[in-house]
């Protein structure tokens, strides 16, 4: 069986970055709206509601806000890989599969524990493997179960290089967070996008079924 080129990690983040460079506000303002919207909530919370149910509730309104702006980001950074030119309103796009990305979010958590709790790495392998669930879902509209099997399937072959790809885009983020944490604000649509231009190589347009 012929080697499996290596995926272009360096274009990648280049791509990340000549994206929010070039769309700086729209960019920032969608990972603003993804992070406050949550957080508001979650603080709503604590201060005006009481321990229990209406608390686990709104816990559970949160989850649900969060995988919806998590899809619509990706769906964003997809479409600014194909060469479209997303609008702000994509950011919302996710909340009609929210449910299967919620779901298969937790299976990947559970997983990803135990690989943690048995030697560590395999938890590291679980998380890279499955990285790719949120565009998974708004490329294909599949369920939870087939979402992380296709992540799977793209991501064969290649975990090592998104190994490297992972300590690249912590090292990113961190470098974000010493800039007084609003880096953050740059670092994450840079590995958001970088992201997307490896999942699209991985799985090229024409291979994904028709919404």
Same mark, same amino acid.
């Given at each position: 069986?012929?080697?499996?080129?290596g995926?272009? =990690?360096?274009? %990648? +983040?280049?791509?990340?970055?000549?994206?929010?460079?070039?769309?700086? #506000?729209?960019? /920032?303002?969608? !990972? @603003?709206?993804?992070?406050?919207?949550?957080?508001?909530?979650?603080?709503?919370?604590?201060?005006?509601?009481?321990?229990?149910?209406?608390?686990?509730?709104?816990g559970?309104?949160?989850?649900?806000?969060?995988?919806?702006?998590?899809?619509?980001?990706?769906?964003?950074?997809?479409?600014?890989?194909?060469g479209?030119?997303?609008?702000?309103?994509?950011?919302?796009?996710?909340i009609?599969?929210?449910h299967?990305? =919620?779901?298969? %979010? +937790?299976?990947?958590?559970f997983?990803?524990?135990?690989g943690?709790? #048995?030697?560590? /790495?395999?938890? !590291? @392998?679980?998380?890279?493997?499955?990285?790719?669930?949120?565009?998974?879902?708004?490329?294909?509209?599949?369920?939870?179960?087939?979402?992380?099997?296709?992540?799977?399937?793209?991501?064969?072959?290649?975990?090592?290089?998104?190994f490297?790809?992972?300590?690249?885009?912590?090292?990113?983020?961190?470098?974000?967070?010493?800039?007084?944490?609003?880096?953050?604000?740059?670092?994450?649509?840079?590995?958001?996008?970088? =992201?997307?231009?490896?999942?699209?190589?991985?799985?090229?347009?024409?291979?994904?079924?028709?919404?």
């Open positions: 069986m012929p080697k499996r080129p995926l272009p =990690l360096a274009e %990648s +983040i280049r791509f990340g970055w000549r994206t929010v460079r070039d769309n700086a #506000l729209f960019l /920032v303002g969608t !990972i @603003v709206v993804a992070i406050l919207v949550p957080s508001l909530i979650d603080w709503g919370s604590d201060v005006a509601l009481d321990e229990g149910w209406p608390q686990f509730a709104l559970l309104i949160e989850l649900g806000v969060s995988a919806t702006l998590s899809l619509g980001l990706a769906k964003i950074y997809l479409r600014f890989r194909d479209e030119r997303p609008v702000f309103e994509n950011l919302f796009d996710g009609a599969h929210f299967k990305y =919620l779901g298969a %979010s +937790i299976i990947v958590f997983a990803v524990m135990m943690l709790v #048995l030697l560590v /790495v395999p938890g !590291i @392998v679980f998380l890279i493997r499955l990285w790719f669930l949120g565009f998974v879902i708004v490329d294909t509209k599949v369920g939870p179960l087939e979402a992380i099997q296709q992540s799977w399937d793209v991501s064969r072959g290649h975990t090592r290089d998104l490297f790809l992972f300590f690249i885009l912590v090292g990113v983020n961190l470098l974000g967070l010493i800039c007084l944490g609003v880096g953050v604000l740059i670092s994450l649509p840079v590995s958001g996008l970088a =992201l997307a231009h490896i999942y699209r190589i991985l799985r090229p347009r024409d291979d994904t079924p028709a919404a």
